[in-house]
């Protein structure tokens, strides 16, 4: 299983990202997929998620309003697009695919099977 992120880089306060995540070696479109983030010197977080059927999408509040996270089946592909983004939000973001088997708690990093290598994410003011 691979996954591998793109669309990182450099941007200032306001400015937008969009985040791909390409999987590859799983039968991706049964997979709910999320993104984490993780700073300098803090614990990787939870961002925004998506249910394997693409109709449910979750997010932490600090990144609600501002990010969506959608997926694509045929392309084996999930996005994170980012607006408005701020200095807060530099970090190293994570894709990660989770089987859903039994209960599913989606901020949960445990409840991930497979992760990506990052992408750093840098937000200038």
């Known amino acids: 299983v691979q996954l591998v992120e793109s669309g990182g880089g450099s941007v200032q306060a306001g400015g937008s990202l969009r985040l791909s995540c390409a999987a590859s070696g799983l039968s991706f479109s049964t997979y709910s997929m999320a993104w984490f983030r993780q700073a300098p010197g803090k614990e990787r977080e939870f961002v925004a998620a998506i249910k394997w059927s693409g109709g449910t999408t979750y997010y932490a509040d600090s990144v609600k309003g501002r990010f969506t996270i959608s997926r694509d089946n045929a392309k084996n592909t999930v996005y994170l697009q980012m607006n408005n983004l701020k200095p807060t939000d530099t970090a190293v973001y994570y894709c990660?695919?989770?089987?859903?088997?039994?209960?599913?708690?989606?901020?949960?990093?445990?409840?991930?099977?497979?992760w990506g290598q990052g992408t750093q994410v840098t937000v200038s003011s």
């Open positions: 990660a695919a989770s089987a859903t088997l039994g209960v599913w708690i989606f901020n949960r990093k445990s409840d991930y099977e497979f």
